[in-house]
């Protein structure tokens, strides 16, 4: 099953791609301090209940990351709309699992708190986000 979705994250698009990268900022986004550990470059293990070593492998870097699983992958795409703000596109390919869009919108708001401090930016879109970071 395929979920999509985006975030506007008030940092800029390395800051993000850097985030996205480090396994102490992925850590801090799971309830569980020793979620994800880091086994090799560009590799992780996601400890219970993933269970699940995960591949990184970028194209067009710093604007697509896909993580891969044995069981699904997610793809996030950067697009700078901002010197400060950036878009954040997903698609979470995995089997339908019953709670699995809060569990990925819990993570992805930890994940936007640990890069960028709590959003700011609500359901006004992108036309709310070039306002908040031109200040205008």
């Known amino acids: 099953m395929e ?5 506007f994250i008030n940092a800029s698009r390395g800051r ?6 480090d396994t102490q900022t992925l850590a801090a986004c799971f309830a569980a301090p020793d979620m994800v550990r880091k086994v090799a470059d560009g590799s ?3 400890g219970p209940p993933i269970n699940q070593t995960v591949t990184l492998s ?9 993580y891969t699983a044995p069981q699904g ?11 400060q703000m950036t878009r ?7 089997p339908p699992v019953s709670g699995i869009e809060r569990q990925l919108d ?8 640990e890069v960028a401090g709590p959003p700011e930016i609500g359901a006004g879109g992108l036309a709310n986000a070039q306002e908040a970071a031109t200040g205008d």
């Open 106 to 113: 819990s993570v992805l708001s930890a994940f936007q708190t």
């Open 58 to 66: 970028a194209s067009q870097a710093p604007e697509t990351l896909t």
């Open 88 to 94: 954040f596109s997903y698609v979470l390919d995995a």
């Open 16 to 21: 993000v791609w850097a985030a996205l990268t």
């Open 44 to 46: 992780f293990r996601l």
């Open 73 to 83: 992958s997610l793809r996030v795409t950067l697009a700078e709309e901002g010197p």
């Open 3 to 7: 979920y999509t979705g985006q975030r």
